[in-house]
């Protein structure tokens, strides 16, 4: 079974500090990797995704992440964070025809960003 | 692209009662899918359409939960004899058959007292 481990819960980050949220994930074959942000009232939003290829990938709002097979990871990263960026942000995993009939999510990462 | 929407945006109710929410996805998308987010938790799959077709339910889906798309469309998820532990965020998302990127509306927040 496919299985996501995100395993901090809270980070705080000063604002223009760079960030790393960790993922790490389980499953069978090659996976499909999300991640995805969520504001107060707002749905999912998707930062980037990897399905084969470069393993560095690279997202909207200055986000990147790295697949690293050996590792089973696929660590979100940002060089310098601003303070719109604070909120919850999820990884997931998806597999099956067309990359993600049934995404399986981490239990998120809350961010909070000190000005 | 409107995006998705989903109606109501919040719902209250009481424990023992039904209750009805309603996802509209973007045109063009063939492909419907439930989650469902409790507190704390990352969102979790219920079930799937492909058009009017529902192709996958999870077993979390209980037989009081149910959900159509009869013209491949809008989506229904009805769930009935609702109990406290319901309450939750309930996630539409749409996206093409054979396309990775799904596409969330704003979800239905559930609270059942």
């Known amino acids: 079974a496919q299985s996501v481990t995100q395993p901090d819960i809270h980070i705080t980050v000063s604002e223009g500090a760079s960030l790393e949220l960790r993922c790490n994930y389980s499953?069978?074959?090659?996976?499909?990797l999300f991640w995805y942000v969520q504001s107060p009232g707002q749905g999912l939003q998707l930062l980037l995704k990897?399905?084969?290829?470069?393993?560095l990938v690279q997202g909207i709002k200055g986000f990147e992440a790295e697949f690293k097979r050996s590792q089973s990871s696929f660590n979100l990263r940002k060089p310098s964070v601003h303070w719109s960026d604070a909120a919850e942000y999820f990884c997931?995993?998806?597999?099956?025809?067309?990359?993600?009939?049934?995404?399986?999510f981490g239990t998120g990462t809350q961010l909070k960003v000190e000005l | 692209d409107t995006g998705v929407s989903q109606d109501p945006r919040h719902k209250i109710t009481k424990r023992g009662q039904n209750v009805t929410f309603r996802c509209d996805p973007i045109?063009?998308?063939?492909?419907l899918y439930w989650y469902r987010q409790t507190l704390g938790q990352g969102p979790e799959f219920l079930t799937y359409?492909?058009?009017?077709?529902?192709?996958?339910k999870s077993r979390l889906l209980s037989d009081r939960f149910s959900a159509e798309r009869p013209k491949g469309s809008f989506s229904t998820l009805e769930i009935q004899r609702t109990e406290q532990g319901d309450s939750a965020m309930y996630l539409c998302?749409?996206?093409?058959?054979?396309?990775?990127?799904?596409?969330f509306g704003p979800g239905t927040r559930l609270t059942v007292t």
């Open positions: 997931a995993v998806g597999g099956g025809e067309g990359g993600g009939n049934k995404l399986t």
């Open positions: 359409f492909q058009n009017e077709a529902q192709l996958e």
């Open positions: 998302a749409s996206s093409l058959a054979g396309g990775p990127r799904k596409y």
């Open positions: 990897y399905f084969s290829g470069d393993t």
């Open positions: 045109s063009e998308h063939n492909r």
């Open positions: 499953y069978g074959a090659t996976p499909y």
